[in-house]
């Protein structure tokens, strides 16, 4: 099990084709939305609230078109986030799926 930060740039991300701007829809719903299932842990590190709308958006500003290709494909997952020392924002963690 690998974890995966995305790479800190602070700026908008080109679109990076369909499958980038899907997975960063697929993502955005997913950062924005309450976790379904219960997790072993539940603190905000393992179990961060929803980030407002505003919140995801600068995020996504942080995350690859790499990982936005492979999370529409189902190969990431989201795990957590950290912080930008930057510009303070959120910065997304993936870890790799097993298929």
Excluded at 2 to 23: D, N
Aim: hydrophobic share 35%; proline share 9%.
């Amino acid at each position: 099990m690998s974890y995966r930060a995305a790479p800190t740039a602070c700026h908008t991300v080109r679109s990076g084709g369909r499958l980038a701007l899907l997975g960063r829809a697929k993502l955005r719903a997913e950062m924005t939305t309450p976790a379904a299932e219960p997790r072993d842990c539940d603190c905000e590190g393992c179990c961060p609230p929803p980030l407002t709308d505003l919140e995801a958006q600068q995020a996504l500003r942080h995350v690859a078109n790499a990982d936005a290709v492979a999370f529409a494909l189902g190969q990431l997952s989201l795990v957590s986030y950290t912080g930008c020392p930057e510009c303070e924002c959120w910065v997304p963690t993936f870890i790799e799926t097993t298929p």
